[in-house]
Every structure is written in C-alpha cells, then in structure tokens.
C-alpha cells in the first residue's frame, strides 16, 4: 500500500496525471492522460498569440481537464467570434482556447514542464506558416486543420 492508501496494483491503473502552470503560477491545469498527439498551429491568430513561428497545443477532452484559478486571474480574447482564447491576466502566459459547442479544449503544452510519452500528430494551417519558418522536422503538414478535426457543433 503506498502513502495514498491506494494498493500498488491499483495505482497503476490509474491515469497519469500532468500538470502545469503559467508563468507566474496563479493558474494550474491538469491533464489526465494518456495523452492526444501534440499539433503545432502556424495559423496567424496563434502566431501572434505565442509569439513565435507557431503555437504547441495539446487537444484535451473537458472531462480531462482541470483548471485551477483561485484567484480568478484567466481572462478570454476573441479574435473569432466563436474561439475564445484565455490567458494569465498577471503574466500573460496563454493557457488554453475552447471554440464554442466544439468537445475539446487545446491547452497551451509550453505550460507543462514533463509531458513524457507525449506524440506529435504535425503542423497545422501550414499553409498559412510565415514565409520565413521552414517546417523540416519531417511530421505531417496538413494545410488547414488536421483531418477529423471537430470545428462546429455537433447535433
């Protein structure tokens, strides 16, 4: 028995867990696995949200996903009418986006120090990359979204 309580045998049957923080910590999120294949968006919105030639994201299931804000610090911005994306109000950090009656929620992987065991499924909106980011690391690059994306409500 460990320190839990919970027999060996049955820990181990329980999902992994990761966790992760933005860069102030205010805001933890947690993923219980396993884990969906990373993607990395090169589309302009999320360019321009990270900062950099693309954004790292790992889609999520919401029965999945904890978030942790006590201090009530995640705010959104809508660049679409129907995405919304949230961050750390205190340090800025991107957390996560949601888009509206769509069953999953894409955390930002930069927030997670350890996501061993984690996949990568590829580069999507490659189409859309900035000239100067050459994509050579060998994964898919799907031109828009990666195939059997869910991207409208479902009836």
Known sequence: MNDSGIEQADAELLPEVYAGHC????IRVYVRGPLAPMVYCHCRQCRRTAGAPF??????????????????????????????????????????????GVPVVRVRAGLF???????????????SA???????????????????RATAPTS
């Open 23 to 26: 860069l102030c910590g205010a």
């Open 55 to 100: 954004l790292a994201v790992l889609p999520v299931a919401p029965e999945a996903f904890t978030l942790e804000d006590p201090q009530r610090l995640l705010g959104e911005f809508r660049a679409s009418p129907d995405k919304a994306r949230c961050f750390c109000t205190r340090c800025g950090a991107p957390v996560l986006s949601r888009r509206d």
């Open 113 to 127: 120090d350890d996501l061993a065991g984690v996949t990568h499924g590829g580069h999507i909106f490659a189409a």
């Open 130 to 148: 900035a000239p100067w980011d050459d994509i050579t690391d060998g994964l898919a690059r799907y031109p828009e979204l990666e195939p059997g």
